[in-house]
C-alpha cells in the first residue's frame, strides 16, 4: 500500500531563516505530488504542484519555492522565512489517471515563524 | 472563477442526530467532486468521491454524498452522528488541481 511522509511534524523558526520541508511517498511510482497551505478559516491553498523530476508548476507568488530531486520526494523550501509564512503544511501525492485522480495527504508539518 | 463555499463555518448535531452538510461550487466544468475530513492538527482523509455515475455515493464511516448537477452542489450526509464524527469536513472540487472550500467545523454533543 501506499504511504505517505513528512518531516518535520512541527517546527519553529526565527524570522529570516531558512526553511526545508520534506515529503516523501512509499508504495507508488511517477506520483503527481502537491504542496498546500492551510491557514486557519481559509481551507487549503495550493502552492505548488509536480508532475515530475524537476517539473515544478507554482500556483501563487510567494516567499517560498519547491524541488522534487527524485520522483518521490517533494521538498518546499524557502531562503527567508516570513511571519506570513506561518502555517500547516500539507504534502499529498495522486496517481495519474485518466479517469479522474484522488488526491491523498500527509500528516502535515506545522511551521511557526517568529 | 473557480470557487467552492461551505456555507456553514460550525455546526453542531446531538449524538445520535442525522448531520448534513452543504457544498456548493461553481466550476466551467462539470468537475470531480470529494469530501475531506481532518482531526485537529492531522492530515486529511478522503471521506468519498464523485467522478460519473451514480449520483449518490457512499463513503467511509457511514458517509454518502449526492451530486445535484442543477444545483451545483455536493451535500454530505449520515444517519446518525456518532462523538467520533467531530472534526473538520472540507469539500473539493477539481481535475488535476483540487479547489477547497474552506471547511465546516462538526461538534457533536452528547
Known amino acids: 500500500s501506499q504511504t505517505i511522509h513528512q518531516w518535520p511534524a512541527t517546527l519553529v523558526q526565527p524570522v529570516g531563516s531558512p526553511l526545508s520541508l520534506e515529503c516523501t511517498v512509499e508504495g507508488t511510482s511517477n506520483p503527481n505530488l502537491y504542496w498546500y497551505r492551510q491557514a486557519a478559516g481559509r481551507g487549503l491553498q495550493l502552492l505548488f504542484y509536480s508532475v515530475g523530476i524537476g517539473q515544478i508548476s507554482s500556483e501563487v507568488p510567494q516567499n517560498l519555492s519547491a524541488s522534487r530531486p527524485q520522483d518521490r520526494q517533494f521538498i518546499l523550501s524557502s531562503k527567508k522565512l516570513l511571519l506570513s509564512d506561518s502555517g500547516f503544511y500539507l504534502c499529498?501525492?495522486?496517481?495519474?489517471?485518466?479517469?479522474?485522480?484522488?488526491?491523498?495527504f500527509g500528516p502535515g508539518t506545522r511551521l511557526l515563524v517568529l | 472563477a473557480q470557487s467552492v463555499t461551505q456555507p456553514d463555518i460550525h455546526i453542531t448535531v446531538s449524538e445520535g442526530a442525522s448531520l448534513e452538510l452543504r457544498c456548493n461550487y461553481s466550476y466551467g466544468a462539470t468537475p470531480y467532486l470529494f469530501w475531506y475530513v481532518q482531526s485537529p492538527g492531522q492530515g486529511l482523509q478522503l471521506l468519498l468521491k464523485y467522478f460519473s455515475g451514480d449520483t449518490l455515493v457512499q463513503g467511509i464511516k457511514g458517509f454518502e454524498a449526492e451530486f445535484k448537477r442543477s444545483q451545483s452542489s455536493f451535500n454530505l450526509r449520515k444517519p446518525s452522528v456518532h462523538w467520533s464524527d467531530a472534526a473538520e469536513y472540507f469539500c473539493a472540487v477539481g481535475f488535476q488541481k483540487l479547489v477547497f472550500g474552506t471547511g465546516t467545523r462538526l461538534l457533536v454533543s452528547p
Open positions: 499529498a501525492w495522486s496517481a495519474r489517471s485518466r479517469g479522474g485522480e484522488t488526491q491523498y
